[in-house]
Protein backbone atom coordinates (compact mmCIF):
# COMPACT_ATOMS: atom_id res chain seq x y z
CA UNK A 1 0.00 0.00 0.00
CA UNK A 2 3.00 2.60 0.93
CA UNK A 3 4.62 1.88 -2.23
CA UNK A 4 1.83 2.68 -4.21
CA UNK A 5 0.71 5.63 -2.70
CA UNK A 6 4.05 7.70 -2.12
CA UNK A 7 2.25 10.41 -0.66
CA UNK A 8 0.98 8.15 2.16
CA UNK A 9 4.69 7.56 3.07
CA UNK A 10 5.51 10.87 3.55
CA UNK A 11 2.38 12.01 5.79
CA UNK A 12 3.12 8.41 7.82
CA UNK A 13 7.11 9.67 8.46
CA UNK A 14 5.92 13.19 8.78
CA UNK A 15 3.03 11.91 11.80
CA UNK A 16 6.11 9.51 13.31
CA UNK A 17 8.34 12.24 13.55
CA UNK A 18 5.94 14.72 15.08
CA UNK A 19 4.75 12.84 17.31
CA UNK A 20 9.06 12.23 17.91
CA UNK A 21 8.33 8.09 17.51
CA UNK A 22 11.43 8.55 15.11
CA UNK A 23 14.86 11.14 14.54
CA UNK A 24 14.28 13.67 11.44
CA UNK A 25 16.87 10.99 9.80
CA UNK A 26 14.36 8.18 10.23
CA UNK A 27 11.45 9.76 9.42
CA UNK A 28 13.29 10.97 5.84
CA UNK A 29 14.51 7.26 4.82
CA UNK A 30 10.57 6.36 5.93
CA UNK A 31 9.46 8.67 3.55
CA UNK A 32 11.96 8.00 0.92
CA UNK A 33 13.25 11.28 0.35
CA UNK A 34 16.51 13.03 1.20
CA UNK A 35 17.55 14.69 4.64
CA UNK A 36 17.05 17.83 3.00
CA UNK A 37 14.10 17.20 1.43
CA UNK A 38 11.89 15.55 3.83
CA UNK A 39 12.92 19.48 5.67
CA UNK A 40 11.49 20.93 2.62
CA UNK A 41 8.37 18.56 3.23
CA UNK A 42 7.91 19.51 6.56
CA UNK A 43 8.15 23.32 5.57
CA UNK A 44 5.46 22.28 3.36
CA UNK A 45 3.39 21.23 5.61
CA UNK A 46 4.05 24.08 7.58
CA UNK A 47 5.77 22.26 10.84
CA UNK A 48 8.21 24.34 12.12
CA UNK A 49 11.46 22.50 13.50
CA UNK A 50 12.58 23.33 16.51
CA UNK A 51 16.28 22.77 17.40
CA UNK A 52 17.20 23.26 21.20
CA UNK A 53 20.46 23.97 22.26
CA UNK A 54 22.22 21.94 24.40
CA UNK A 55 22.43 22.83 28.13
CA UNK A 56 25.72 25.06 29.81
CA UNK A 57 26.64 22.20 32.04
CA UNK A 58 26.70 19.45 28.91
CA UNK A 59 28.57 22.09 26.81
CA UNK A 60 30.91 22.41 29.68
CA UNK A 61 31.55 18.54 29.88
CA UNK A 62 31.84 18.31 25.98
CA UNK A 63 34.68 21.26 26.44
CA UNK A 64 36.06 19.61 29.80
CA UNK A 65 36.40 16.14 28.05
CA UNK A 66 38.29 17.25 25.12
CA UNK A 67 40.13 19.87 26.66
CA UNK A 68 40.92 18.89 30.35
CA UNK A 69 39.16 19.95 33.30
CA UNK A 70 38.89 23.61 33.95
CA UNK A 71 41.26 23.56 36.50
CA UNK A 72 43.86 22.53 34.20
CA UNK A 73 43.23 25.27 31.97
CA UNK A 74 43.99 27.83 34.67
CA UNK A 75 47.07 26.38 35.77
CA UNK A 76 50.53 28.44 35.54
CA UNK A 77 51.81 27.38 32.42
CA UNK A 78 55.57 26.49 32.00
CA UNK A 79 56.24 29.11 29.18
CA UNK A 80 57.62 31.93 29.08
CA UNK A 81 55.08 34.30 27.30
CA UNK A 82 52.06 32.98 28.82
CA UNK A 83 51.07 33.03 32.58
CA UNK A 84 48.44 30.52 32.23
CA UNK A 85 47.33 27.40 29.74
CA UNK A 86 46.12 27.74 26.47
CA UNK A 87 42.81 25.81 26.26
Known amino acids: MLDVKP ?3 QDTAVELYKSEKVSLSRAAEISGTSLEG ?3 LLELKGMKRVVAA ?5 VRLGVDLI ?16 K ?3 C
Open 54 to 58: PSKDK
Open 38 to 40: FKD
Open 67 to 82: FGSETECSKPSLGRKS
Open 7 to 9: SLK
Open 84 to 86: TRA
